[in-house]
């Protein structure tokens, strides 16, 4: 079966599905030119991709000096959180790369208001996109992983959020619906990318996904309506029939 939108990739289980999601990054980075944008998303499902891209052979494969590295979401806490995405990342690849610490842009979570963080994301954004609009023949992102919620959230565009109505702005703070403060990259910037990757692993995630493959358009991952190729990576678990 084709998915509503996009393309499935089914995979035997999560280590092969991160083995090929680094792969599918690899091969994108080495096949472009000039500044390569990737957001990250958050939460256990990506650390088994994030950890490869510190390990042989996709250490010495990628572009460092060119790769810029943005998150897609961000809890709001400290970095030394354990609940922070950028913590997470940092301890899975980050911190054991020779990534320029200038390609490295973490949300500011301390001494900021939770809508300052936000704005001066945007601000962040909009400098390394060098364009205060964006434009449809050039996109934010280069490549955005994202995760898959079981109520359909991806990023922090939480079910019943303000968030989810916002189309100007780039990115928004999101006080209500979880345990921490969020701040989110919105529809208006997660949509402006050349290669959208939602990794969805585990049998909690079966329900979810096929309501989303299957064309939902009431969940927020179901809303996504990225511009460019929309890949789903999806372990046998959670992609139960859709991957015979
Ligand atoms: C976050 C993520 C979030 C995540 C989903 C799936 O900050 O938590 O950005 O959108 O991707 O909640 O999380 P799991 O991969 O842990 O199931």
Redesign the pocket.
């Known amino acids: 079966m084709n998915p509503a939108r996009g393309t499935l990739r089914g995979f035997p289980d999560p280590a092969a599905l991160a083995q090929a999601g680094a792969e599918f990054l690899c091969e994108r980075a080495e096949s472009s030119t000039g500044p390569f944008v990737v957001a990250l998303?958050?939460?256990?499902?990506?650390k088994p991709l994030y950890q490869l891209l510190a390990l042989e052979p996709f250490r010495a494969r990628l572009p460092w000096d060119r790769i810029h590295w943005v998150l897609?979401?961000?809890?709001f806490v400290k970095w030394s959180d354990p609940a922070s995405?950028f913590g997470m990342i940092c301890g899975a690849f980050l911190s054991h790369v020779p990534a320029p610490s200038a390609n490295i842009h973490p949300v500011p979570t301390e001494d900021v208001t939770l809508e300052e963080a936000a704005q001066r994301y945007e601000d962040m954004l909009k400098e390394l996109y060098g364009a205060e609009t964006l434009s449809a023949d050039r996109p934010l992102l280069s490549v955005n992983f994202?995760?898959?919620?079981?109520d359909g959230?991806?990023?922090?565009?939480l079910p019943g959020q303000p968030a989810l109505q916002e189309r100007e702005r780039w990115v928004v703070p999101v006080s209500h619906g979880r345990a921490e403060p969020?701040i989110t990259l919105t529809y208006r910037a997660l949509e402006s990318t050349r290669y959208t990757v939602f990794?969805v692993?585990?049998a909690?995630?079966a329900a979810i996904l096929d309501k989303v493959l299957s064309g939902d358009t009431e969940t927020p991952a179901g809303r996504l309506h990225p511009a460019g190729e929309l890949v789903w990576f999806a372990d046998q678990e959670a992609a139960g029939g859709w991957a015979k």
Do not use: I, M, V, Y
């Open positions: 998303s958050g939460g256990s499902t990506p897609g979401d961000e809890r995405n994202l995760g898959l919620g079981e959230h991806t990023a922090s565009l969020r990794l692993t585990g909690k995630k």
